[in-house]
């Protein structure tokens, strides 16, 4: 999958307005039979605009990610929430792990690189973007690659692949399709809250091959400020990843007595805090 060098971009009058709350559904069209949906609330032309992305495997309807989005919204931001095709058309519902997953990481860096600069160019300005658990691996990536302007970064409730809580191994099918010469047969994998992930050895090892090690790189060449945010509660996830925040240049914020999701009664403290960094962007 190739995303074309056209966009287009189409307001969805068909939508109750209250469904959107003020939101217009914007399209990017990947392929002749695969089209992208975000959607956008536009603000204050001298305020910031924020990317939110939703976790792994969810949608931009993922409760913490449309609240917040909504929140920052109703201040005055202008806000885009795209939902990763995951190789789908018009996807508009959650993944199962179980699922058969042939999309790749690389893939989801060119939607999200694309939807960054469609943002900057729209606002004038590079925006602030926000990922949300295996959403903040994927705009690390993006940042890695250096294909879209940013000028914040804040990575809520994320943690670094081959962490496993209880040490399993991270692949159950074959122990090296790749050299086995298997590429495309599909096997089940450890990968973020999955057990059981079905996909390709390909596939699979794109996000795989984003460990701790390999964060840490990330958040020591990335020219963006990062702040990490953590649900205090999240001993799931934690932070345990971050070795030596200070040396890569990462500001850490808890929100006591939050879990990795973030439930609605931990809301505003999570827009608090959010609110507090996205305000000290330039304002352009």
């Known amino acids: 999958m190739r995303v074309t060098a056209s966009l287009v971009w189409l307001l969805v009058t068909a939508l109750p307005a209250a469904a959107l709350a003020g939101s ?23 305020m910031p605009a924020v990317l939110v992305l939703h976790g792994f495997l969810q949608t931009r309807e993922f409760p913490a990610v449309r609240r917040l989005a909504e929140a920052l919204a109703d201040e005055g931001y202008s806000v885009l929430t795209p939902t990763l095709s995951l190789g789908l058309n018009r996807r508009r519902q959650s993944l199962a792990c179980e699922a058969i997953h042939t999309h790749t990481l ?5 939607e999200l690189s694309t939807w960054t600069r469609w943002l900057a160019g729209r606002a004038g300005k ?3 973007i926000i990922g949300q658990g295996v959403g903040a691996i994927q705009v690390a990536a993006m940042l890695d690659a250096r294909e879209a302007p940013v000028d914040r970064v804040l990575l809520v409730g994320t943690k670094a692949f081959r962490q496993g809580p209880t040490g399993a191994p991270d692949i159950t099918g074959p122990a090296d399709p790749v050299a086995a010469g298997d590429a495309d047969s599909i096997g089940f994998y450890r990968l973020g809250h999955c057990a059981r992930y079905a996909s390709t050895a390909v596939a699979s090892s794109s996000y795989l091959a984003w460990d701790r090690d390999r964060l840490q790189r990330m958040l020591l060449a990335v020219e963006a400020p990062v702040t990490l945010i953590s ?6 996830v ?5 070795r030596a925040p200070d040396a890569v240049g990462v500001e850490l914020r808890t929100i006591p007595g939050a879990d990795h999701f973030l439930d609605l009664a ?4 999570l827009l608090d805090e959010v609110l507090k960094v996205v305000m000290e962007t330039n304002r352009g």
């Open 126 to 128: 590079a925006p602030v």
């Open 24 to 46: 217009a559904r914007m399209e990017l069209a990947l392929a002749p039979d695969r089209v992208a949906e975000a959607d956008y609330w536009p603000g204050a032309a001298d």
């Open 106 to 110: 690389q893939q989801d860096v060119t």
């Open 266 to 269: 931990h809301a505003s403290e």
């Open 238 to 242: 934690g932070t345990d990843w971050v």
């Open 231 to 236: 649900g205090g509660e999240e001993a799931r």
